[in-house]
């Protein structure tokens, strides 16, 4: 059995995605959350949580696609493979909260490696057989959140590395019908 430690890194983010409501989110639009308007606690209490962290929904974490970079070592910790760009034509796409309801968006800009996996193979590392989970949330924001390893989904290998937080971005979702609506009254 051989160990590789794969690790995908570069700028990226941890969404937190919170559905709201239509008096939820005509109150985040009036305390503009998305120019910072609002702080951190008057969010919370808006959302009715106590933490980012309490959000319902799936969150998501990985590299942007544009700065992503992927490193494999082997148990000696030699570089086997490396690169410093993302292979769309080896990825399997999805997206997520791009349906019709609202959503805060709360994305945690970060630096670093994103997500590590210790992967055990019975042979040598074959970069052909490794695809890209690739996440467009709220068709707007790519995440490299996690890989494949042939036919095997690799997140039992899975564990998360060192980023370093650089403040939070906030997305309304669906607000420009909304707007109208604000506007008339």
């Known amino acids: 059995m051989k160990y590789y430690k794969i ?6 983010s941890e969404i937190y995605p919170f559905k ?3 008096d939820q989110l005509e109150k985040f639009i ?17 959302l009715g949580i106590e933490s980012y962290f309490d959000s319902a929904n799936e969150t998501y974490m990985g590299p942007y696609t ?12 030699e570089i086997v493979y490396e690169t410093e760009s993302f292979d769309y034509d ?10 019709d ?6 994305e945690d800009y970060c630096k670093g490696e994103h997500i590590i ?28 959140c996690g890989i494949n390893y042939g036919t095997e989904n690799c ?10 937080s650089k403040g939070y971005y906030y997305h309304l979702i669906n607000q420009i019908v909304n707007f109208e609506k604000i506007k008339k009254q």
């Open 66 to 77: 544009e700065t992503f970079y992927m490193k494999v070592e082997n148990e000696l910790g």
């Open 155 to 164: 997140e039992l290998y899975k564990s998360y590395g060192d980023t370093s």
């Open 30 to 46: 009036e305390g503009d959350v998305e120019r910072d308007g609002l702080n951190y606690d008057e969010i919370c209490e808006l």
């Open 117 to 144: 996996y210790d992967l055990p193979l019975e042979e040598e590392f074959d970069i052909n057989k490794l695809s890209y989970n690739l996440v467009d949330i709220s068709c707007q924001i790519e995440l490299v």
């Open 90 to 99: 080896n990825c399997n796409f999805t997206n997520v909260y791009c349906d």
């Open 20 to 22: 709201i409501n239509e």
């Open 7 to 12: 690790t995908l890194g570069g700028r990226g």
């Open 101 to 106: 309801n609202k959503y805060l968006l709360i």
